[in-house]
């Protein structure tokens, strides 16, 4: 959506006064994915130069002063500045709005400082202009890096903020499943469980869980936190029995996922920002080889031998279990996260770093697909 400023033709003492216009070519949706924000912006004016203004949330990631040629300016690659911003402060929905002035005075000012954690921060001053002469304003952003062949909005409405359509749990652990919606929006909201009852030997029963119409009363991401727990839980106190959980086809809307749960204890477990800057936890089954390097220099001094500036790197080699084509093409994400987590305890996670990665994902029913890859602490300590 775009809001523009005319030029007015004012008579003053028989003199014909033009006052400048500037005005947004590229139209813009009420609501994207990143990954289908315009390739570039193209704004029309007949102002000498304009400062363009960029805010995510209200702040200020982007400032340049541009000069029209044939009174067009043209402001390239906006997604990879929204992108980065987003993913700095982990928003999984934002909002943009793009002013743009004719400067008062056309430098480009800005301070660098450091935050509390050691990152630097970019903040840009003001430059005295007077208000915008055009805005884009009220758009809406959802984090995403890969392009879908449906609308922004239409996706949005159809599908979770993951890349999977199932997932296999253990029992003791849990999934974090997110999705966008309006604020009061309708739905066909509920969990069909699969169960079954020890003095039934065999069968299978369903029970259908109402999670309700309606999930918000604002426009937000919603994240549901399920476990095998929950969902037992569910049936035991409606149905007054003690049932085993198998299986869950969950839906919101028509948004479907399904998730089946195993009595087998994952041998690695890490959590990680997905496509969506969400983070998703991945249960893997697989062997692990603890590889010790040692590099160290030796001397000799006398008779007797020593070794002196030793470094010891450890690195832990992973091949996964044999998995399915949609498991492969979502793991593939963790192995390219910027931050992967490896949890120490119930409460404590510490960073790891990926390397050495070896994936072949491929469609082919005759073959396996196993992805191989190095981990190792980020700060190159080991835990006990």
């Not at 000498?48 to 209200?58: Q, R």
Request: net charge negative; proline share 2%; aromatic share 14%.
């Amino acid at each position: 959506m775009s809001f523009h400023k005319y030029s007015l033709c004012l008579t003053f003492a028989g003199i014909i006064i033009y006052i400048m216009a500037t005005t947004f070519k590229t139209a813009f949706n009420s609501i994207y994915l990143t990954a289908h924000l315009p390739e570039e912006v193209t704004i029309e004016t007949d102002a000498a130069c304009l400062e363009v203004n960029i805010f995510v949330n209200d702040t200020k990631v982007f400032k340049s002063v541009y000069y029209p040629y044939n009174q067009m300016v043209c402001v390239r690659d906006i997604r990879s500045i929204i992108e980065a911003s987003m993913y700095e402060r982990q928003l999984v929905i934002a909002s943009l709005r793009i002013e743009v002035y004719e400067p008062v005075n056309p430098t480009t000012s800005t301070n660098v400082s450091m935050d509390e954690n050691g990152n630097y921060v970019v903040t840009f001053d003001s430059d005295g202009s007077s208000p915008s002469n055009a805005t884009v304003d009220s758009v809406k952003m959802v984090y995403c890096r890969f392009k879908s062949s449906v609308s922004s909005e239409g996706y949005l409405g159809s599908y979770f903020l993951t890349t999977r359509k199932s997932a296999l749990i253990p029992l003791n652990g849990h999934l974090s499943l997110s999705n966008y919606t309006k604020a009061y929006a309708q739905g066909n909201n509920f969990a069909l469980i699969y169960y079954s009852l020890s003095q039934f030997s065999g069968q299978i029963f369903t029970y259908n869980a109402n999670l309700g119409k309606m999930q918000s009363t604002a426009e937000k991401i919603v994240t549901a936190e399920l476990s095998y727990n929950y969902f037992k839980s569910t049936v035991d106190q409606t149905l007054g029995t003690d049932c085993i959980v198998h299986g869950v086809e969950y839906q919101i809307g028509i948004r479907q996922f399904n998730i089946f749960f195993t009595d087998e204890k994952p041998t690695e477990t890490f959590t990680f920002l997905n496509a969506f800057n969400m983070e998703e936890t991945a249960y893997l089954f697989n062997t692990t080889s603890i590889k010790t390097e040692v590099d160290r220099s030796e001397a000799v001094c006398g008779h007797r031998t020593q070794f002196y500036d030793e470094t010891v790197n450890i690195k832990h080699e992973v091949e996964t279990a044999p998995l399915t084509y949609d498991e492969a093409k979502w793991l593939n994400q963790m192995l390219t996260s910027k931050l992967v987590k490896r949890p120490i305890n119930g409460e404590e996670f510490a960073e790891v770093l990926i390397s050495d990665i070896s994936s072949e994902v491929t469609d082919s029913d005759k073959e396996l697909i196993r992805l191989k890859f190095s981990w190792k602490y980020a700060d190159g300590n080991e835990w006990i």
